[in-house]
């Protein structure tokens, strides 16, 4: 994982935050990169229970949705699993491999990675999966 600092405000903020003097090479403590490190994977990655795809697929079975949402996100588990991982599996979409979702098709050339995102974001990640 890699953190970039791409303006001066955050450079600013973080000075303030540790109360560091005007040298910005005092960001390079050690205990304010881990701090920082650790800040950004639970904004980007998260933290929670991992789930295989069967655990997964009973969980989603067992919450008290309706079975059009309940299949719509086994479906989605079942392709983010078929494609070991989900940028694989935007991978896919992108590309249109064979077993690509037509849900999220535009037009013949486009697709829809937005409402992908949407989908996993609304039917599995708010779920805890």
């Given at each position: 994982?890699?953190?970039?600092?791409?303006?001066?405000?955050?450079?600013?903020?973080?000075?303030?935050?540790?109360?560091?003097?005007?040298?910005?090479?005092?960001?390079?403590?050690?205990?304010?990169?881990?701090?920082?490190?650790?800040?950004?994977?639970?904004?980007?990655?998260?933290?929670?229970?991992?789930y295989a795809?069967?655990?997964?697929?009973?969980?989603?079975?067992?919450?008290?949705?309706?079975?059009?949402?309940?299949?719509?996100?086994?479906?989605?588990?079942?392709?983010?699993?078929?494609?070991?991982?989900?940028?694989?599996?935007?991978?896919?979409?992108?590309?249109?491999?064979?077993?690509f979702l037509?849900?999220?098709?535009?037009?013949?050339?486009?697709?829809?990675?937005?409402?992908?995102?949407?989908?996993?974001?609304?039917?599995?990640?708010?779920?805890?999966?």
């Amino acid at each position: 994982m890699e953190i970039q600092l791409r303006t001066g405000k955050k450079i600013k903020y973080l000075m303030k935050k540790y109360e560091l003097d005007d040298n910005v090479w005092s960001l390079f403590n050690s205990d304010i990169i881990l701090n920082e490190f650790k800040t950004a994977y639970v904004k980007h990655i998260g933290t929670g229970d991992y789930y295989a795809f069967d655990k997964a697929s009973e969980r989603i079975l067992e919450l008290g949705k309706q079975p059009k949402s309940k299949q719509l996100a086994i479906d989605l588990l079942r392709f983010i699993n078929k494609h070991r991982s989900f940028p694989d599996a935007l991978l896919a979409i992108i590309n249109r491999s064979e077993d690509f979702l037509s849900r999220y098709q535009l037009t013949n050339r486009n697709v829809n990675i937005d409402k992908f995102k949407r989908d996993v974001n609304t039917n599995l990640i708010s779920l805890g999966i």
